[in-house]
């Protein structure tokens, strides 16, 4: 069991990171969040609803995959939203901890007309549909007060057919206040979480905790169908290399959550650099080398006590090397455990045996004869002859999760059924 934490805790480092990736959406998020908490909170939600319904808000477009997605969402009127809503509900669902944020964005494109055909779609759904399309309306090159008028006449004059007629009379009685349009612009997602609670919080279970990294590789890794499945195999390989090892089962638990992390701060990253058709420049590359640092500042801000600490230190570290040629820390010798050496191999193995713009995905033999050649004398050879005595079962791991992460990935929008998470192996 871990410390108890709440879920607002738990998700502040994933709407902090999301929040200010993507420069066409920044902030976008927050400030639908801020739109959100003064809507539910005129009409008076008891406290759990609205901090579900802030914590959706603050995540709402995760589902939205691609930079070519989230420009078209910064239109006025969405042409196709359900891909991106089904999306982002599939990334969450499985998460028992964030099953109502699931069913909140599912639907939070909602039209009110259409409010029959999708009779599970809650209250909140239709608070972020209208909360969105405010901030989609206003521009953020002009002085806020002064599109108060035209952003409201704009918004209601769509009341009963786009936006539900309650959430419609709440925004005009708070958007009378100045003060609702400058907090909108001004109100920090720090201040904006402080201002909600629960009237509970958890003690997470390791499967919780499980779940929570599988939600936060999906938002990392759906980002290029390239990496869709990257995750999901360093954690598994990182796992069942450290039981192959001798490791004990907590220390496995613990290798295959820094699996899962070990990515997330590429949400910092612009997915150009992953989908390039060629080598990196030394530019590029140090734009990308950024990753780790970012993992580790997201990382550390989770309050799961001292449980935690080895798996922030494998995920950050991923990168270095035992010459000290590594990044971005340049550690080097006893500074890198065993923990460390094992995420470290299970990516290379990982990304070698995946397809690339530039490659095609390499079989297990070529991908061992590459670290061998290129990487073993700055490792642990140890770990390579793991490997190499359990490449049949390693293989196996490979392609289990590359099918079922496809699974979650399909953009099938009559996919409704709550997927499980990746196979335990």
């Not at 360093?234 to 089962?249: C, R, T």
């Not at 997915?271 to 060629?278: Q, S």
């Not at 460390?340 to 713009?357: F, G, H, K, N, W």
Request: charged share 25%; glycine share 4%; with cysteine.
């Amino acid at each position: 069991m871990i410390d108890k934490i709440t879920l607002k805790e738990l998700a502040f480092p994933l709407i902090k990171s999301i929040d200010s990736f993507n420069f066409l959406l920044k902030s976008h998020h927050r400030r639908v969040a801020v739109i959100s908490y003064y809507l539910g909170r005129y009409l008076r939600l008891e406290e759990n609803r609205l901090a579900d319904l802030v914590i959706a808000a603050a995540l709402h477009d995760i589902g939205a995959l691609s930079v070519q997605e989230r420009d078209m969402l910064v239109q006025k009127d969405v042409l196709d939203p359900r891909p991106h809503c089904i999306m982002g509900y599939k990334m969450l669902v499985s998460c028992q901890l964030f099953s109502n944020i699931a069913r909140i964005i599912k639907h939070h494109h909602i039209y009110y007309e259409d409010s029959e055909r999708y009779p599970d779609a809650p209250l909140e759904s239709h608070i972020i549909h209208l909360a969105d399309r405010i901030d989609i309306y206003i521009d953020p090159n002009r002085f806020i007060l002064n599109q108060k008028k035209e952003t409201m006449e704009a918004i209601l004059e769509k009341c009963g057919t786009a936006f539900h007629p309650e959430i419609c009379q709440a925004f005009s009685e708070v958007a009378k206040a100045d003060i609702f349009w400058i907090e909108l612009s001004n109100m920090t997602m720090d201040q904006l979480l402080k201002k909600i609670r629960y009237d509970y919080d958890y003690t997470l279970s390791i499967e919780q905790i499980l779940q929570f990294g599988t939600v936060v590789s999906r938002i990392i890794d759906f980002r290029s169908s390239f990496t869709a499945s990257h995750s999901c195999t360093v954690a598994h390989l990182s796992a069942f290399i450290g039981w192959k090892s001798g490791l004990d089962e907590e220390t496995c638990t613990k290798l295959k959550l820094a699996g899962l992390f070990h990515d997330i701060g590429k949400i910092g990253i612009d997915t150009a650099y992953i989908e390039k058709k060629g080598p990196l420049t030394e530019e590029e590359f140090n734009q990308v080398k950024l990753h780790t640092y970012y993992t580790y500042q997201i990382l550390n801000e989770l309050s799961l006590a001292a449980w935690f600490e080895e798996i922030v230190q494998w995920s950050s570290n991923h990168h270095e090397k035992t010459d000290g040629s590594g990044y971005p820390y340049r550690k080097s010798g006893a500074e890198l455990d065993f923990g460390t050496q094992i995420v470290s191999y299970a990516d290379m193995l990982s990304a070698l045996m995946e397809s690339r713009p530039y490659r095609e995905a390499s079989p297990l033999d070529t991908a061992i004869e590459m670290i061998r050649d290129e990487m073993s004398p700055i490792l642990y050879p140890e770990i390579l002859e793991v490997i190499e005595k359990h490449k049949d079962e390693i293989v196996q791991i490979v392609n289990r999760c590359a099918n079922e992460m496809a699974k979650v990935y399909s953009k099938n929008i009559d996919v409704e059924e709550e997927l499980p998470s990746p196979p335990v192996i």
